[in-house]
DNA sequence: ACTCAGTTTAGCGTAATTGCTAATTAGCAG
DNA sequence: CTGCTAATTAGCAATTACGCTAAACTGAGT
């Protein structure tokens, strides 16, 4: 659901996680040390990602490793250039790539 | 703020108030009708995207004209670009597909 | 000034979000 | 099974968001 994807987009700590993310996958716990906020709050940061398919969780033993759905982030983006009326389909953004 | 920018896409009727919009410019009193909710509600979305500055309005006589605000949809698109590390003119683009 | 259509602001109740601490689950090692 | 670490869930208080109705404001016309 759309809804959900823009609606995790809007705190900026969740910004921050995928910006995180972006530079590759990552251990819950080596995100938690990055920011300030408690772990138990930053756990539920990524349970709303997870929830709008934003990131997956896959665990490691002890440990999780979340990655950054790009597909999703890609629609989102398609999304928001479909507001501005060039209208791209739902492949575009290859070529926008560069 | 980018920030403000996210919160207003956050919600679904205001993600729809801009793809009206990206039609062309229109009245408030058309767009509210184009929705179910109370006038006092969707002005109210309106005073978002404006504080967001993804709309801006115009009086024309004792009616006001939206209109949508491209660049900043667009910075906002280009900040989800960014996000996954794609075009947007950013630095650091390291592995980015798998 | 008075009225009217158009629009916003004020005030209220409800629901969702945020962030915390404390308690709990999940997996590994001995 | 016990203990340890990693991560989530539970429960709580505070804040913010949502949508409504009622009231107020704005500009045009009379």
Redo the contacts with the bound molecule.
């Keep these: 659901m759309q809804n959900?994807v823009f609606?995790?987009l809007?705190?900026?700590?969740?910004r921050q996680i995928l910006a995180l993310l972006r530079k590759g996958p990552r251990?819950?716990?080596?995100?938690?040390a990055e920011f300030?906020?408690?772990?138990?709050?930053?756990?539920?940061?990524?349970?709303?990602l997870?929830e709008a398919e934003l990131i997956t969780?896959e665990?490691?033993?002890?440990?999780?490793?979340?990655r950054v759905n790009t597909s999703v982030l890609e629609d989102a983006a398609s999304a928001l250039l479909g507001l501005i009326g060039r209208d791209n389909g739902d492949d575009t953004l290859k070529e926008a790539a560069e």
């Design positions: 959900a609606k995790a809007s705190h900026p700590a969740r251990l819950a716990g080596d995100l938690a300030d906020t408690s772990w138990p709050t930053m756990s539920r940061h990524l349970a709303v997870k969780a665990r490691q033993g002890n440990q999780i490793l979340y």
